[in-house]
Nanobody, 127 residues
Framework: QVQLVESGGGLVQAGGSLRLSCAAS????????MGWFRQAPGKEREFVAAISKSGGSTYYADSVKGRFTISRDNAKNTVYLQMNSLKPEDTAVYYCAADYQRSSWYADRSLREYDYWGQGTQVTVSS
């Protein structure tokens, strides 16, 4: 069982930055690949970024590539999402999720593969 708690959301102007954090409970955080997803009003939840359990592999949606960076600290049971050059279209509720993985170097992009989810944190980007 893994419990996830996101933090760091808020209101920011276009062009600004935010760093989201996701703290995980339990002793097996390093067994899970981690992902960030987002859901805007009236839209389906979509993939943003993912990181393998070793931290050695990262994956990004095309819409955020070059602006967002996912990282993890297994000693602190925490995954981060650094978001720079934010745009109004980045406005959404951001969720972190955990996916049990045997591979140290792979992480899924599909939300259906993720076993545990946080409650979400709101990010609002004003124009």
């Amino acid at each position: 069982q893994v419990q996830l708690v996101e933090s760091g959301g808020g209101l920011v102007q276009a062009g600004g930055s935010l760093r989201l954090s996701c703290a995980a409970s339990g002793r097996t955080f390093s067994s899970y690949a981690m992902g960030w997803f987002r859901q805007a009003p009236g839209k389906e939840r979509e993939f943003v970024a993912a990181i393998s359990k070793s931290g050695g592999s990262t994956y990004y949606a095309d819409s955020v590539k070059g602006r967002f960076t996912i990282s993890r600290d297994n000693a602190k049971n925490t995954v981060y999402l650094q978001m720079n050059s934010l745009k109004p279209e980045d406005t959404a509720v951001y969720y972190c999720a955990a996916d049990y993985q045997r591979s140290s170097w792979y992480a899924d992009r599909s939300l259906r593969e993720y076993d545990y989810w946080g409650q979400g944190t709101q990010v609002t980007v004003s124009s």
